[in-house]
Nanobody, 127 residues
């Protein structure tokens, strides 16, 4: 019902910035809670951030709080992850995810709480 395509990944320098985008089609992002996850080589997929359907509520894991900002443009069915002050530890494949069933964005989430996923975009941070 929802198709997601990430873009904006690539090479970044420690201390620099990247902005990831997630374009949604099918059901619009305005009807879905959206999230970002990341997975480093040999590691499990981990939650990064989520945003409510309206965009008024957001949640971040401590590792990225104050550095990353999730936002959405419902008119364009697009979700963003602005990544500032990049660290080497941010290197991972970043995945956009959508969940149509409502939940309140006040907590971290598990991957199985999101039904729809993009293919991922690689982010590599170098020193």
């Amino acid at each position: 019902q929802v198709q997601l395509v990430e873009s904006g990944g690539g090479l970044g320098q420690a201390g620099g910035s990247l902005r990831l985008s997630c374009a949604a089609s099918g059901r619009t992002s305005s009807s879905a809670v959206m999230g970002w996850f990341r997975q480093a080589p040999g590691k499990e997929r981990e939650f990064v951030s989520a945003i409510s359907t309206s965009g008024r509520s957001t949640y971040y894991v401590d590792a990225v709080k104050g550095r990353f900002t999730i936002s959405r443009d419902n008119a364009k069915n697009t979700v963003f992850l602005q990544m500032n002050s990049l660290k080497l530890e941010d290197t991972a494949v970043y995945y956009c995810a959508a969940e149509l069933r409502p939940w309140t964005v006040v907590r971290p989430a598990l991957p199985n709480e999101f039904r729809y996923w993009g293919q991922g975009t690689q982010v590599t941070v170098s020193s």
